[in-house]
């Protein structure tokens, strides 16, 4: 379902400025206006199945089989009936023999006639996501992996095993190729590798050899052999020596794991650990948080490999777990890489980017694989540990620093306070006159009810003999 705006103005005849305007939305219902989808993450990208070539031998034409090879889905978010999607094989790709078919409702690809002596080691399908439903494909219709409604489908072709080799191989069968990265300073790292018992016997493991290929760019090799040591029990591998000082490379452990009560040979397990140092790996920077990488990251690395396998099958990447760019940019996240060639040897982290940039051109799928993933830059993998201490470290000498300088010129100018203040007191003090002289300099105060003498008390006067007082009564 889709909608329409659409501007509804009426107009007055007399009076033309007067008019008013309203938008109407117009909803237009079952309309089959959308294609089949293959997918963002998909979409522009091959998937890759593979096949055994042992299973279509002896095939005849009256027991012809229908092996199939893998699945591709799509989807088309038009309503019912018109979400319907029909899948077909484009037969200008590999497939003009007609080895392969599909399924035109469920997307499941098969092969349906056996394969040549001399066949191809990868087979190249295009795949058509149509609405259509008995749509002709005979027509030239060219695939473009910028169609989102066409896929890019790779089936390689295993090679038969050799008699010798099938007397030889082990009871069980393990995806046992584990790669353990490291770099120095592990001792007494452990590296589980067990197998599981089956019906109930007893298995006891061995550590059969080591074998040892030094790095691209080492010069002088250095290795230790006997750094390896393998738990009877568990056939769980022990690091009992440490790797500094030795040459990075890839140690091949090949273990063999045997009945208690028979002595044979039940399984072959193989394990690589490699030998490599931060500063000899590289990393992707991107621009998303490490939560969101980590649920992705696994897509990507698929993503990358198969882009680097059509044009240089000698490289192969290998990744390690993803984690925060810096503690500053929580929104960013890297994880770091290395890559070996097809002979298993660490290459310098020059020819992995001389590679790499060989196949990142502007409009390369490379590219597109970056900017779907949000890849920002290629850097050096150095630990981020190191690079977080020293930063920190600087950080917090410089903010000692200033905190000293702050603190020295705060009491510098508290103490020239005090002494200015003990100065003027002092000088105040001395200035002040002392109690004695207060007491002689003090102004007289005269009371109210006594007369003030000024010319002093009166002369003496004498009577004479001839002039006596008179005395009343006399």
Not at 11 to 30: G, M, Q, T, Y
Not at 61 to 89: Q, T
Not at 235 to 252: F, N, Q, W
Not at 349 to 362: C, E, F, H, Y
Request: glycine share 4%.
């Amino acid at each position: 379902m889709s909608s329409v705006f659409v501007i509804v103005t009426a107009e007055s005849s007399i009076d033309p400025n007067n008019k008013v305007s309203r938008p109407l939305r117009i909803e237009i219902a079952d309309a089959d206006d959308n294609v089949p989808d293959f997918g963002q993450d998909q979409g522009s990208l091959p998937i890759v199945f593979m096949i055994n070539a042992e299973d279509t031998t002896g095939w005849t034409n009256e027991s012809m089989h229908m092996m199939m090879v893998g699945k591709v889905h799509a989807e088309d978010v038009d309503l019912p009936p018109f979400d319907i999607v029909n899948y077909y094989l484009l037969p200008h790709c590999d497939n003009e023999d007609g080895i392969f078919d599909i399924n035109q409702t469920s997307g499941e690809i098969f092969v349906s006639a056996p394969l040549p002596e001399e066949h191809r080691a990868t087979y190249q399908l295009c795949v058509l996501a149509s609405p259509l439903a008995n749509q002709t494909t005979s027509i030239d219709i060219q695939f473009s992996s910028k169609n989102k409604s066409m896929i890019h489908v790779i089936v390689k072709v295993m090679k038969p095993m050799a008699d010798t080799e099938r007397d030889h191989r082990p009871t069980i069968q393990f995806m046992n190729n584990s790669i353990i990265t490291m770099g120095s300073g592990f001792v007494d790292a452990m590296i589980p590798i067990s197998a599981p018992i089956m019906g109930g016997k007893e298995l006891k493991y061995e550590l059969k050899d080591v074998a040892f290929k030094p790095a691209e760019a080492e010069t002088n090799v250095t290795n230790s052999m006997n750094a390896f040591v393998v738990d009877p029990h568990t056939g769980d591998v022990r690091v009992a020596a440490d790797l500094d000082g030795t040459s990075e490379g890839i140690y091949t452990l090949n273990l063999v794991a045997k009945e208690k009560a028979t002595d044979a040979d039940y399984a072959h397990l193989v394990a690589k650990v490699y030998h490599i140092h931060d500063s000899s790996r590289l990393k992707y920077v991107f621009e998303a948080p490490v939560d969101s990488l980590g649920s992705s990251l696994t897509h990507f690395t698929q993503a990358v490999q198969q882009t680097i396998n059509q044009t240089n099958d000698q490289l192969h990447l290998v990744f390690d777990r993803p984690q925060v760019y810096h503690w500053k940019s929580p929104q960013r996240s890297s994880v770091c890489f290395h890559a070996t060639n097809n002979d298993d040897v660490l290459l310098s982290k020059g020819s992995v980017l001389t590679m790499l940039a060989g196949l990142a051109g502007n409009d390369s799928e490379l590219t597109q694989v970056y900017l779907q993933y949000k890849v920002i830059n290629i850097e050096m993998c150095e630990s981020p540990v190191i690079v977080v201490d020293k930063d920190d470290q600087y950080q917090t000498q410089i903010f000692w620093w200033i905190f000293a300088v702050f603190l020295s010129i705060l009491i510098l100018s508290a103490l020239t306070c005090y002494l200015c203040f003990l100065g003027r007191y002092k000088q105040y003090m001395i200035g002040m006159p002392k109690a004695e002289d207060q007491q002689t300099i003090a102004p007289k105060v005269q009371r109210p009810h006594m007369l003030a003498i000024t010319n002093g008390p009166p002369e003496p006067h004498f009577l004479s003999k001839n002039n006596p007082l008179p005395f009343a009564g006399y």
